[in-house]
């Protein structure tokens, strides 16, 4: 079992910034490797960014490339996504998942909204 648990979501004007925060408790943290979803409404669920065990490799999808950078801190048990330049497609509830056993594990998700 793995709890996952966003923070950090709001309203933010385009061109702006946010960090999202996932708080991980019920696994060892430093054993999963970690990712970031979004969901707009009426479209599927789509990948952001993945981040290995070690912190030592990431991924992103080619929208967020160069504005998103997701890290990790194995002593907090937390992962972290920060968005930079923000647009208003990147409106969307994001999502932390961690994939453990061959199971998806989600958090409730927290809003993102960007003003034009």
């Known amino acids: 079992q793995v709890q996952l648990v966003e923070s950090g979501g709001g309203l933010v004007q385009a061109g702006g910034s946010l960090r999202l925060s996932c708080a991980a408790s019920?696994?060892?943290?430093?054993?999963?490797?970690m990712a970031w979803f979004r969901q707009s409404p009426g479209k599927e669920r789509e990948f952001v960014a993945t981040?290995?065990?070690?912190?030592?490799?990431?991924d992103y999808a080619d929208s967020v490339k160069g504005r998103f950078t997701i890290s990790r801190d194995n002593a907090k048990n937390t992962v972290y996504l920060q968005m930079n330049s923000l647009k208003p497609e990147d409106t969307a509830v994001y999502y932390c998942?961690?994939?453990?056993?061959?199971?998806?594990?989600w958090g409730q998700g927290t809003q993102v909204t960007v003003s034009s």
């Open positions: 019920g696994r060892t943290f430093s054993r999963i490797g």
């Open positions: 998942n961690a994939r453990v056993d061959g199971r998806d594990y």
């Open positions: 981040i290995n065990r070690s912190g030592g490799s990431t």
